[in-house]
C-alpha cells in the first residue's frame, strides 16, 4: 500500500511539474544570492539519507506504539529532544515542498535535480501518513509525563488503614481477584473478603477472615516501602491510528487503600500492575488461601 502510494504522488508529481515550471518561471525573481543558498539548501536535504530519521517514532504504527508504553520510563528531557526533532522533520519535509514548487525548469537543469519527483514524494509521504500518529503519540505522553509530575509530589496518607480494595477483571482473569479489607469503625476490626468462588467451591461461597490489627500495619509497610502512593493515577495503553486494539492480555486492575488523612487510588487497563500491587495481593491471598483449605477440611471432617 505505502509503496503504491509513493508511486501515485511521485506520478501526480511529475504530471504537475510543467505547470508548475509555467508557474514558477512568471514569479518575481528572488535575490541571486540567496536563491543560490535556498536551492544549495534544497540538495543538501534532499540528498541527506538521514533526514528522515528523526520520524522513527512515527514512521509504523508499531514504532509508535512502542514509543509510547516506554513512556512511562522515559526522561522528560528525552521527549523534548524528540518531539523537537520531529516537528522539525515536518518543517523541512513542508519547506522542500514549497521550495519545489518555485523551481524553475532552468534551475531544474542547471543543478541535476532529477529525483525531485521521488523527493517531494517521499516528503509528502511522510506528512501524509504520520500526522495522525503524532497528535495521537504527543496526546498519550504528555498525558503520562502529567500524571507523574503530580505522582512524583505525591506524600504517603497518615494514620490508620480505614478501607482496601484490589482487584483484577478481564479475560486473562477466568478466576475473580479481589481483596477487600473493611475496617469496623467501632472496634476497628479488619475483615478480609476474597472473591465469590462458586467456580470451583459452590459450597464456601465468598471466603472472608478476621484479621489481626497487625495486618494492617504490615500492609501500610509494604505500601509506603513499594511507594505505591506516587504510581500513576491510571495505566493504559496507547490508541495508535492503524494499531488494532488487542483481546485479552493483562488485565484491567484496581488499588486503592484510604487512611485517616487521604487516599491511594491507581488503576490499569489491559497494563500489568506495578510489583508492589501484586507483592501485596499475594500477601493477602495467602490469608484466603488457609482459611479456603480450613473450611474444606472441616467439610470433609465433620
Known amino acids: 500500500m ?4 509513493n508511486k501515485a504522488l511521485a506520478l501526480g508529481f511529475a504530471l504537475l511539474m510543467p505547470f508548475g515550471f509555467t508557474y514558477a518561471d512568471k514569479q518575481p525573481k528572488p535575490n541571486k544570492k540567496q536563491r543560490q543558498q535556498d536551492i544549495q539548501r534544497f540538495i543538501q536535504l534532499a540528498n541527506n539519507p ?3 530519521n528523526a520520524l522513527a517514532p512515527v514512521l509504523t504504527g508499531n514504532d509508535c506504539f512502542d514509543y509510547c508504553m516506554e513512556a512511562y520510563h522515559r526522561k522528560d528531557a528525552q521527549y523534548a529532544r524528540d518531539t523537537i526533532a520531529i516537528k522539525e522533520a515536518y518543517r523541512q519535509n513542508e519547506w522542500l515542498i514549497d521550495m519545489s514548487r518555485s ?3 532552468k534551475e531544474m537543469k542547471k543543478y541535476q535535480l532529477n529525483n525531485i519527483g521521488e523527493v517531494i514524494a517521499k516528503a509528502e509521504m511522510e506528512i501524509y501518513t504520520t500526522q495522525e500518529r503524532y497528535k495521537a ?3 498519550f505522553c504528555n498525558r503520562i509525563i502529567t500524571m507523574r509530575h503530580k505522582a512524583e509530589v505525591q506524600n504517603m496518607p497518615t494514620g490508620k488503614i480505614k478501607h482496601f ?3 483484577e477483571t478481564g479475560s486473562s482473569r477466568p478466576d475473580p481477584v479481589l481483596y477487600e479489607i473493611k475496617v469496623d469503625s467501632v472496634t476497628g476490626t479488619p475483615t478480609l473478603y476474597g472473591p465469590q468462588r462458586g467456580r470451583f467451591y459452590d459450597e464456601l461461597g465468598q471466603i472472608t477472615v478476621a484479621l489481626q490489627p497487625e495486618v494492617l500495619d504490615t500492609l501500610r509497610e509494604k505500601i509506603e516501602s513499594e511507594k505505591i502512593y506516587q504510581e500513576l493515577s491510571a495505566y ?3 490508541h495508535i491510528p492503524d494499531v488494532p486494539e488487542i483481546t485479552g492480555g493483562p488485565p484491567s486492575w484496581r488499588f486503592s487503600c484510604e487512611f485517616e488523612s487521604g487516599k491511594i487510588d491507581t488503576s490499569g487497563t489491559q497494563f500489568s500492575p506495578p510489583r508492589g500491587c501484586t507483592d501485596i495481593a499475594y500477601y ?3 490469608f484466603l488461601e488457609q482459611e479456603t483449605r480450613r473450611r474444606i477440611d472441616q467439610s470433609n471432617n465433620p
Open 2 to 5: 505505502e509503496s503504491f502510494m
Open 50 to 52: 538521514d533526514r528522515s
Open 103 to 105: 523551481l524553475t525548469e
Open 137 to 139: 503519540l504527543t496526546k
Open 165 to 167: 480494595l484490589y482487584e
Open 236 to 238: 493504559s495503553r496507547p
Open 284 to 286: 493477602l491471598n495467602e
